[in-house]
């Protein structure tokens, strides 16, 4: 799978996926843009391909294979939360590639009318249809921030989920939160991390298990995660999923996340020649 902290690597040939629309040179972008009470927002993938040949496609079978991947006119979210994901999605279903990105809406009475979002889920492959193998960094970063009129960000609340799986079977996840302030880990040491959800004094309080903490906090206020991909050998493929919420158990009130906040993420990939 992947390392949690960055590798740095010789024999770096060509950065093959770098953030926004640049020239000839730019190769991937993604962003999610998460405006409550607003209808806005994007979430692409593109690729150009280099002396490193990868492509994108949104089918293991690659036969919509592309350089540019783009979802337009994201919804407004609303606030959701993990025990959700665990009573009434299975990971099967969150990370699939035949499930569109509709699962996280939450539509009117009419049940057409798309009202909001409780969670982005985008799926997409990576494969190198070069002539050698490649390595790559993945790195989830915060592109732009906006508090609303209170000065209340949406990073606090903001969960990432990451699925990166060569196996079709296999669900390898990791969950991403900001640091919070510490509290005694199981070794003695400080921890950082937030709970996923509810806390461990809430779960004690209601009765029920405590759902954890997440697996990293953010690295900083403008990455939220910088992973190192292992070799991927010509004709290979790697599945991605990429989940985005605001936990609602934060504030502790569903739909109280601060209107009119935005926060967008882009996910950036190096590409290098093992």
Request: aromatic content about 14%.
């Amino acid at each position: 799978m992947y390392e949690l902290e960055y590798v740095k690597k010789k024999k770096r040939k060509k950065r093959a996926l770098i953030i926004g629309c640049i020239s000839t040179t730019v190769v991937t972008a993604l962003s999610i843009v998460a405006f409550l009470g607003r209808f806005v927002g994007t979430f692409t993938v593109s690729l150009d391909t280099g002396t490193v040949k990868l492509t994108l496609s949104q089918r293991s079978t690659f036969v919509d294979s592309t350089s540019f991947l783009r979802v337009d006119n994201l919804v407004p979210f609303q606030e959701f939360t993990y025990e959700w994901f665990v009573n009434d999605y299975s990971e099967d279903k969150i990370d699939s590639e035949y499930t569109s990105t509709s699962i996280g809406y939450r539509y009117g009475t009419d049940s057409v009318t798309v009202r909001s979002m409780r969670f982005f889920k985008y799926t997409f492959f990576v494969k190198n249809i070069g002539d050698t193998p490649a390595r790559y960094d993945f790195t989830i970063n915060v592109l732009d921030k906006k508090a609303d009129r209170n000065g209340q960000s949406l990073d606090s609340t903001l969960r990432v989920m990451l699925y990166e799986n060569d196996d079709e079977n296999a669900h390898n996840r990791l969950i991403f939160g900001k640091a919070i302030a510490p509290h005694q880990g199981d070794d003695g040491e400080p921890d950082y991390r937030p709970p996923i959800s509810y806390s461990e004094e809430r779960a004690e309080l209601d009765g029920v298990p405590f759902p954890g903490y997440v697996d990293r906090t953010f690295l900083s206020d403008k990455v939220i995660a910088k992973l190192y991909a292992d070799k991927l050998n010509v004709n290979q493929y790697r599945r991605y999923t990429i989940v985005t919420w605001l936990e609602g158990y934060l504030s502790g009130y569903e739909d109280q996340a601060p209107t009119g906040a935005r926060i967008k993420l882009g996910v950036e990939i190096n590409a290098y020649e093992d």
